[in-house]
């Protein structure tokens, strides 16, 4: 019980001293998540969208598919990544291993079917909805993608926190493909990992509760983004 | 408008991180062991080395058997770890060259203040882990084929202790020198553990060092070059200068003055046995 309450005050104190190495470890955490989930957006949201205009058969088995991946191990997805970015590894020249990129990459594969999934549930009762009117106006496939997702936008907001959440609690991913090298590809998470092994539980659950407040933040700020949105409809 | 804007900024951040590295001769990748990192030293002595040289180090920080295998790949340009056989093969399959010798730290038995296997004093560490194995007393391992890891099982096996059939007193984590440390804390449990990592943890609880000094716990460190030969892609070149500077007298002097809460831990010479 000590230990928690130090890590209230440890947590507190770091942030009051504002330790540049800090300041560098929390910007590279939101950079690499945020990246990760805007390239998963980018990629998952259309893709999503997209099999819900899909009428033919293996559909079902694609979303069944798709629903698994929500499940997938990022120690896995680190370890793939790790092997295809080696230097013995077919992407070994891009020279990518042990990068900040690397962990972009990797978070991106671990969000993407999150992306895909949810925007999938989201635009569904929207393709119920307008599929008669796609049909009368003749609508392609490209324009009744992006009718979709205006129509979920709302819910999109959503999507994109859920992916990001997952990138910035990740840990697994981004030791194996990051190597967790101080002053580089150092982030919260792995700091976290790294204080707990070196048995200092208060400082690691300080990190931890800096990390928390950050994601409380961001959530926050997307729920009134999200206000205004609907606001303005 | 101000939300396409942010888009497009979110696009171009992306295409920034995604586009290819150049190849870039201003840091090399050093694969090492996580108790040499965790001590500390290498915030201390890289500095120093960047200072002379202009070339960064970047340290992943893994267990030796999980270093050699980083090397093994081509995926780090330089090794400094600690299991001489592990090494040896390591240059005999030709992966690496140029082995040298380092350093020294040493091994000490960790254990509950209570000592129920009664090994406090005990100098033989062989003694010492024959006494906990015949007492049953709760024994945390690492058991993930690290340079500790593999000292322990010859520990164990010179000191005649049958590990088959896992015992269940002997707890195998699974991971790194911390979180089994951890781990022995909690459970009051013997553990083995080097030096450097024990000086630099916190969350001791109930555990002190209960055996010291046995010469067979002496811990070398060797600075290998991953074989540029058999890996096109390694930073030969800077990986050398890392390497030369390591064993030259600047680095010694780097080592040699490096201090936790003013314990030395590791050494230039294996002169602990005094």
Avoid at chain 1, 78 to 83: A, E, K, N, S
Avoid at chain 2, 136 to 155: C, I, Q
Avoid at chain 2, 171 to 200: F, H, I
Avoid at chain 2, 216 to 238: C, D, E, M, R, T
């Amino acid at each position: 019980m000590e230990d928690i309450g130090q890590a209230f005050v440890i947590a507190l104190e770091l942030i009051a001293a504002g330790d540049p190495e800090l300041l560098a470890t929390v910007l590279l955490s939101l950079g690499v998540s945020l990246c990760a989930a805007a390239a998963a957006f980018l990629l998952g949201a259309p893709a999503g969208a997209f099999l819900v205009t899909q009428r033919f058969r293996v559909q079902p088995v694609l979303v069944v598919f798709l629903n698994a991946l929500l499940g997938l191990p990022s120690v896995v997805v680190g370890l793939v990544v790790y092997l295809l970015l080696s230097r013995s590894g077919p992407l070994g020249a891009l020279g990518l291993l042990f990068t900040p990129r690397a962990m972009v990459l990797a978070q991106t594969i671990l969000t993407l079917p999150i992306v895909a999934a949810l925007t999938y549930r989201a635009t569904e009762n929207y393709w119920a909805m307008y599929r008669d009117t796609f049909l009368i106006f003749g609508a392609g496939r490209l324009r009744a993608i992006a009718t979709l997702l205006a129509a979920a936008r709302g819910a999109l907001v959503t999507v994109f926190l859920a992916a990001f959440g997952r990138a910035i609690a990740e840990v697994g991913a981004i030791m194996i493909v990051g190597g967790n090298i101080r002053g580089f590809t150092r982030t919260m998470t792995t700091t976290i990992a790294l204080e707990t092994s070196r048995g200092d539980l208060a400082l690691a659950l300080g990190l931890g509760l800096i990390l928390v407040s950050l994601t409380l933040l961001i959530s926050g700020a997307a729920f009134l983004l999200n206000q205004r949105m609907s606001d303005e409809r | 408008m101000s939300r396409r804007n942010l888009v497009f900024q979110l696009i171009a951040l992306f295409l920034l991180l995604a586009s290819p590295a150049r190849a870039d001769d201003s840091f090399i990748t050093l694969a090492s062991t996580t108790s040499t990192e965790q001590s500390g030293l290498f915030g201390f002595i890289i500095p120093l080395f960047k200072q002379a040289s202009g070339i960064d180090v970047h340290v992943v920080a893994v267990g030796t058997g999980q270093a050699l295998a980083v090397g093994t790949r081509g995926d780090a340009d330089a090794l400094l770890v600690h299991d001489r056989a592990g090494e040896d093969k390591f240059i005999a399959e030709g992966h690496g060259i140029d082995r040298r010798d380092v350093m020294f730290n040493d091994f000490v038995l960790i254990g509950p203040k209570a000592d129920p296997a009664g090994v406090k004093g005990v100098k033989d560490a062989k003694e010492a882990l024959r006494q906990i194995a015949a007492a049953k007393a709760a024994f945390a391992s690492r058991g993930d084929d690290s340079g500790t890891h593999r000292m322990e099982l010859r520990l164990w096996k010179a000191a005649g202790v049958d590990l088959a059939g896992n015992p269940a007193w002997r707890k195998e984590t699974g991971s790194g020198m911390g979180p089994t440390l951890n781990v022995a804390a909690s459970l009051d449990a013997y553990v083995l553990a080097d030096r450097a990592t024990w000086a630099n943890f916190k969350n001791r609880q109930n555990l002190e060092i209960v055996s010291e000094g046995d010469p067979v716990l002496f811990n070398p460190y060797g600075s290998i070059l991953v074989n540029p030969g058999l890996h096109p892609q390694v930073k030969a070149q800077a990986a050398r200068r890392w390497h030369e500077w390591l064993t030259s007298e600047a680095g010694r002097a780097a080592i040699g003055a490096y201090k936790i809460n003013g314990e030395q831990v590791f050494f230039l010479e294996p002169a602990l046995a005094d």
